[in-house]
């Protein structure tokens, strides 16, 4: 509980094999192969701010999400969540009292809720698993309070979740997510499913939410309208690595990496925007046989010789070799 970033990520990848089955490798020839969702991705997520993590579908940001909560282990790299590390052995104890304070926002709240239960059993589940709650009584008047929190009445604690709209559902997941009293939730893709218009009112709630309790997010989106409106510091990803990272405001007022700007150009505003998908040019290679040097230079007007052949270091919060090197990349 001091000034540390609540969250240190450094040096993190996450390789996966995703090799054929071994006799049809020996009979094709074929070596073992690896995919590198994540690599090499290093960021800080300071007390009570919202970092946001925003690239194209399959850039690596939901491979990051999970090993931040500790879903997954890391093939490289190590995370500290509050001075605790998820990533190097430790005293289980301490594991157990980090895994109440971080809790996972899914894009899809139906898939996450239990669709048997009720929405008083669902809110409640984490009270009674940490034991929160001293008795019955102190439980329901705890969901309640939760309910109202979140924006919804007390009378919705009897209902299932398929009575629901897809805001109000991910309302109850936020819900549950405070019901732990997490202190560090990670969303991820958290209103990608919804309305624009019932977005906002999502991302606002969320906002509300983070002022009252002290909340720390890492906010996980395609959208970069979503992240600009949330966001103290951005990541933007591309292929499992960090291509630019800094404070939002700059970041959107003098974006420099050209991927950057590309997303931007495409996206203007959360309020005009309308699109689920940025409307860039070319399309995300695999990240199996990733392209060599930079792994944008196929989709990079600016690509030189050196970017089809040096990987550009992540250096004053950007990698590209035509910042660094002063050329033109505008
Ligand atoms: N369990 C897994 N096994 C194999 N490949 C995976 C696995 N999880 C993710 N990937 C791959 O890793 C890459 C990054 O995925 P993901 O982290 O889901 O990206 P994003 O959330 O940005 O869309 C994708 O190419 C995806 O297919
Ligand atoms: S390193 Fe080269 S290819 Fe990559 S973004 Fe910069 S200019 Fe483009
Ligand atoms: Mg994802």
């Not at 996972?104 to 698993?129: G, K, T």
Request: hydrophobic fraction near 40%; aromatic fraction near 6%.
């Amino acid at each position: 509980m001091n000034g540390e970033p609540v969250v240190q990520v450094r040096g993190v990848s996450r390789h996966f094999d995703v090799s054929r089955p071994w006799l049809t490798r020996v009979f094709a020839g074929e070596p073992r192969r690896q995919l590198k969702a994540v690599r090499d991705v290093t960021f800080e997520v300071e007390r009570a701010q919202t970092f946001g993590l925003v690239g194209e579908s399959g850039s690596g940001k939901t491979t990051v999400a999970r090993m931040v909560v500790g879903l997954l282990p890391p093939t490289a790299g190590s995370i500290r969540i509050d001075g605790v590390s998820l990533t190097a052995p430790g005293p289980p104890a301490d594991r157990q009292r980090l895994r109440r304070r971080i809790h996972m926002v899914f894009q899809d709240p139906y898939a996450s809720l239990n669709p048997r239960w009720r929405i008083e059993r669902i809110i409640a589940e984490p009270i009674r698993a940490f034991g929160l709650a001293h008795s019955n009584e102190v439980a329901t008047e705890r969901v309640n309070e939760l309910l109202s929190l979140v924006g919804l009445h007390a009378a919705d604690r009897s209902r299932f979740p398929h009575e629901f709209s897809g805001g109000q559902r991910q309302r109850v997941a936020i819900a549950r997510a405070l019901a732990s009293s997490a202190e560090f939730i990670v969303c991820d893709e958290p209103t990608s499913a919804l309305d624009v218009s019932v977005q906002a009112q999502i991302l606002n709630l969320m906002r509300d939410l983070q002022e009252r309790f002290g909340l720390t997010y890492l906010l996980i989106s395609h959208d970069l309208a979503v992240v600009r409106h949330m966001a103290d510091r951005i990541g933007v990803m591309y292929l499992g690595r960090v291509v630019e990272i800094g404070n939002a405001r700059a970041l959107f007022r003098t974006p420099r990496h050209p991927y950057t700007r590309m997303l931007l150009d495409a996206v203007p505003d959360i309020s005009t925007r309308g699109r689920p998908d940025p409307d860039i040019a070319g399309e995300i290679p695999s990240p199996i046989a990733p392209p060599p040097g930079c792994a944008f230079h196929p989709r990079c007007p600016f690509a030189h010789e050196r970017c089809r052949n040096e990987v550009p270091a992540l250096l004053d919060g950007v990698a590209c070799h035509a910042v660094h090197e002063g050329r033109p990349a505008a």
